[in-house]
């Protein structure tokens, strides 16, 4: 099973941008779709971005797009969460997991959860 370590938080002011990492290891990278989740405190976790390598189908939750995006560079085993134009609403622990992306939506592909980073925007 793959392992799959996040990082790349801060904090930022509104406005300002910020680049996550997930860096995979171990095998199976290239099985499944990639995601970013985020838990705010209180909140549930929801799914912000997923990308599939396999087919280059991509999920931007609605609050996002035009904001975010997500990309992959398969040498270095890396898919990042490309941040701009933040909101005090993106304030939340962003994690990185496998993800299952159908019917237009993405959900993670187990409840299994490595350390996130945390963004923290302020207005």
């Known amino acids: 099973e793959v392992q799959l370590q996040a990082s790349g938080g801060g904090s930022v002011q509104a406005g300002g941008s910020l680049r996550l990492s997930c860096v995979a290891s171990g095998y199976g990278f290239d099985d499944y779709p990639i995601g970013w989740f985020r838990q705010a405190p209180g909140k549930e976790r929801e799914a912000v971005s997923c990308f599939s390598r396999t087919d280059g189908t991509t999920y931007y939750r609605g609050s996002v797009k035009g904001r975010f995006r997500i990309s992959s560079d398969s040498a270095k085993k890396t898919v990042y969460l490309q941040m701009t134009s933040l909101k005090p609403e993106d304030t939340a622990e962003y994690y990185c997991?496998?993800?299952?992306?159908?019917?237009?939506?993405?959900?993670?592909?187990?409840?299994?959860w490595g350390q996130g980073t945390q963004v923290t925007v302020s207005s």
């Open positions: 997991s496998t993800a299952l992306i159908t019917g237009g939506t993405c959900t993670y592909r187990l409840d299994e």
